[in-house]
């Protein structure tokens, strides 16, 4: 069964306090991890897909990467405005279109 | 203009009631989507319609029903309702020509069983 960890659970930053987060999954064969941003009350909201072992990608303060085991989610010179909670999912081969999420971690940047 | 829309946002009722909550996409998606997410944020599929096919129908009680009457609306009807039902739901939607297309997510639907 595909299953993805995500830690810490929750992260205090003051502002510009750079740090990363990290999603550790296990399936059978990766189609796509994806990175998602979800402040309360709402939606999650798209960050980023990444589909092989090597690949980054950037937007604004964040970075994506991914290894075989774990992706990282690293936060530069973090704001107030980055706080959220951070959900990572993998789609593995064979799944269809179906996504498992990791349970996030909650981010808090400070002033 | 609201991508994917839910209705409504917030539902409280008792239990045993039989509920509906909507959902519509206008992005001109193929795909659609319920997820539930629980008390301790987990986010979870139930169902996945592509072009009003059911795709995806996760371990999920026989009282949820999905029901898509075109590609742009997919509706789920909950009978029974019992208190472990209580949850966010939420739509999304994808356009639907390769399992890894982004999946955009409504605004979700705080359901609550008394």
Known sequence: ??????????????????????CSYTVSGLRGLFWYRQDPGKGPEFLFTLYSAGEEKEKERLKA???????????????????????????AVGSNYKLTFGKGTLLTVNP | ?????????????????????????????????????????????????????????????????PKSPDKAHLNLHINSLELGDSAVYFCASSQGRDPTDTQYFGPGTRLTVL
Not at chain 1, 76 to 91: G, M, N, R
Not at chain 2, 9 to 30: A, F, P, R
Not at chain 2, 44 to 64: A, C
């Open chain 2, 1 to 65: 203009d609201t991508a994917v829309s839910q209705t409504p946002k917030y539902l409280v009722t008792q239990m045993g009631n039989d509920k509906s909550i909507k959902c519509e996409q206008n992005l001109g998606h193929d795909t659609m989507y319920w997820y539930k997410q629980d008390s301790k944020k987990f986010l979870k599929i139930m169902f996945s319609y592509n072009n009003k096919e059911l795709i995806i129908n996760e371990t999920v009680p026989n009282r949820f029903s």
């Open chain 1, 65 to 91: 990467t991914l290894t075989k085991k774990e992706s990282f989610l690293h936060i530069t010179a973090p704001k107030p405005e980055d706080s959220a909670t951070y959900l990572c999912a993998v789609q």
């Open chain 1, 1 to 22: 069964e595909d299953q993805v960890t995500q830690s810490p659970e929750a992260l205090r930053l003051q502002e510009g306090e750079s740090s990363s987060l990290n």
